[in-house]
């Protein structure tokens, strides 16, 4: 299995994020689920040093179901990454942790792979007419 991309990965847990406060859930809630450092990286990312949501966490938790919101999410983890590579190591963490508990909402491939048309019993694809 070819691995999946981190901005994959970033936008499956953006999608998660934004699935379960659209169930008003608690965003701090959520992050102590993940639990160690990874949740302590991704508080950083949405929250103030006092606690306070930045922005761009306000603007999700307003309007979870927007992809324009969710996408500026997804870019500020982004571009954390990009000035601290070592985050990487988190994000893969959060990935694991969030498509373990809720799969059906979670990217699982980054491939769109068109495995031909099967009629009659017979496959398809190149080479089969």
Request: charged letters at 30%; aromatic letters at 4%.
């Amino acid at each position: 299995m070819e691995p999946i991309a981190t901005s994959a990965m970033i936008g499956g847990i953006v999608t998660y994020l934004g699935t379960q406060l659209s169930k008003n859930k608690d965003l701090k809630a959520l992050i102590s689920d993940i639990g160690g450092s990874a949740s302590k990286w991704l508080r950083s990312v949405l929250f103030k040093d006092n606690g306070e949501e930045k922005e761009v966490s306000k603007m999700l938790r307003e309007k979870p179901n927007s992809k324009a919101r969710q996408k500026a999410v997804k870019s500020m983890m982004e571009v954390h990454i990009e000035d601290f590579p070592e985050a990487k190591k988190h994000i893969e963490r959060i990935f694991y942790i969030l498509s373990n508990k809720e799969k059906s909402t979670m990217v699982r491939s980054s491939k769109n792979v068109n495995t031909g048309i099967i009629k009659s019993g017979r496959d398809t694809r190149i080479g089969d007419n």
